[in-house]
């Protein structure tokens, strides 16, 4: 008779892309996580399309790891298509999700496994912190990390808080059955998934916690350490930004929403200033990377706007969408 096989409490998923050497460090914390007895698991590294070693490395991890470590494959290009294929193939309850990029804590899933305990949550965001992998350079502080909030780290304090502003990939658990109901990962999408999915979840009214004590670790590296790495990053967030927001009828006047506006008039007033006043480059580079933001959601509009006014002139404004077919890596 084979042995019944029983389905683990938690599937780990790691979405890959051609970062073998980075994944095999990210796999290693996640081996020897504490469960104490009290839940199993698995880790499932779903690989997109990598043309590196990536799976001869997890085949040779397989034998001597201590949780069941399986592989699969997803040939469509764009995160969202691998973590899709992840969720297909997750056997556990309970979903989380990191990047090829972090490090866990030997405690980050029994953190999670806790706060799911105590609290009724239908998903958890934890804390994200950064690990520099070279010295970072003088100017990029830590406030200025948290101003530039372009680096996939998060950190809302030590308080478990049961209302917050968002997640991000590196650091997420969901229920299965939550993510049944709520669907994948939008395919469309080759940035911002996470956002959309977040904004996804809270329009379904599900509860989602911040729990400071799961905690991982994002490995930043020196060529995440540059102006031009934020300046560009911001850019294309801005890109899936004007995609991301609902268009309403109005909107055939004003192109985006007029709190933008307003938000991009501040913005532009405190670069002014700080150019005015001679101040460090610093203090004006925040404000003008929050303008390139702001300024390609405008420009991107403005592209969409023509496929507006044919959907509301044809009645069709309930059934469009701008999102673009994915986009390439």
Not at 71 to 96: D, M, P, Q, V
Not at 106 to 125: K, M, N, S, V, Y
Request: glycine share 6%.
């Amino acid at each position: 008779m084979k042995p019944v096989r029983v389905a683990p409490d938690w599937t780990v998923i790691v979405a890959t892309y051609n970062r073998a050497e980075s994944l095999c460090q990210t796999l290693k914390t996640l081996a020897f996580q504490a469960t104490d007895g009290q839940f199993t698991y698995e880790v499932l590294v779903s690989d997109n399309g990598s043309t590196d070693h990536t799976r001869a490395a997890v085949k040779a991890l397989q034998p001597d790891f201590p949780a069941p470590l399986r592989y699969c494959y997803e040939g469509r290009r764009g995160k969202s298509w691998a973590l899709n294929t992840g969720i297909a193939h997750a056997r556990g309850r309970f979903l989380a999700f990191t990047d090829d990029d972090v490090l866990a804590t030997p405690t980050w899933l029994a953190r999670l496994w806790q706060c799911f305990r105590e609290e009724a949550a239908d998903a958890i965001g934890g804390k994200v912190v950064p690990r520099w992998t070279a010295p970072r350079p003088a100017w990029l502080t830590d406030e200025m990390v948290r101003r530039l909030d372009s680096l996939g780290c998060l950190d809302y304090g030590d308080r478990r808080l049961l209302k917050y502003y968002r997640w991000v990939g590196g650091n997420v658990a969901i229920r299965r059955d939550v993510v049944e109901r709520v669907g994948g990962y939008d395919v469309r999408l080759a940035r911002t998934q996470d956002t959309e999915y977040y904004q996804r979840c809270r329009r379904a009214g599900l509860t989602i916690v911040y729990e400071p004590t799961a905690v991982v670790q994002h490995q930043i590296g020196p060529e995440r350490m540059t102006p031009a790495y934020f300046r560009q990053w911001r850019a294309r967030t801005g890109y899936y930004h004007a995609y991301l927001h609902q268009w309403r009828k109005y909107h055939l006047l004003t192109i985006m929403p007029m709190s933008w506006y307003q938000v991009m008039g501040r913005w532009l007033a405190r670069w002014v200033m700080s150019v005015v006043r001679f101040r460090p480059w610093q203090d004006r580079f925040v404000p003008e990377i929050m303008l390139r933001d702001y300024g390609q959601q405008f420009l991107h509009r403005v592209q969409m706007w023509p496929a507006w006014c044919a959907a509301v002139v044809c009645g069709r404004s309930r059934q469009w969408s701008g999102l673009p077919a994915q986009q390439s890596r």
